[in-house]
């Protein structure tokens, strides 16, 4: 019956600095605005991040959720080059047998991941 993930909402209550963040720092290619709502999308290969001021839609805001997993072939470098345009990140690289992650926040407070797998799954 489920087929994919077509997105996950990132809620803001900061537009403009949203998008900023996702475009310009994280440099994640823009796609599709939502009108004169301040809803954006940003796609990352293969999922695609709404970031929504959530009560702009007449929905509650919520507060940041789960963490989003972004893959990058290099970890540290992804690190590096993100702590280049001001990134703080919680704690060292985490090598967890299987993959490697360092952990982030955007400036919404929704917990993001850097994310590599370099053992095959299974």
Do not use: W
């Not at 949203?18 to 999308?41: I, M, N, S, W």
């Not at 690190?79 to 919680?90: C, I, Q, S, Y």
């Not at 690289?93 to 919404?108: E, N, R, T, W």
């Amino acid at each position: 019956m489920i087929t994919g993930t077509d997105f996950v909402v990132v809620p803001t209550k900061d537009f403009d600095r949203a998008v900023a963040f996702y475009g310009d720092t994280l440099g994640l290619k823009a796609g599709q605005r939502y009108g004169d709502h301040p809803g954006a999308e940003f796609e990352t290969g293969n999922l695609t991040l709404a970031v929504m001021d959530l009560e702009a839609f007449g929905a509650p805001a919520g507060g940041p959720g789960a963490p989003i997993a972004l893959r990058v072939d290099d970890v540290a470098a992804a690190r590096a080059a993100l702590e280049g345009k001001g990134v703080a990140f919680r704690g060292d690289i985490l090598d967890s047998g299987v993959c490697h992650q360092a952990f982030f926040a955007d400036p919404d407070g929704n917990p993001l991941i850097l994310h590599h797998r370099y053992a095959p799954r299974g």
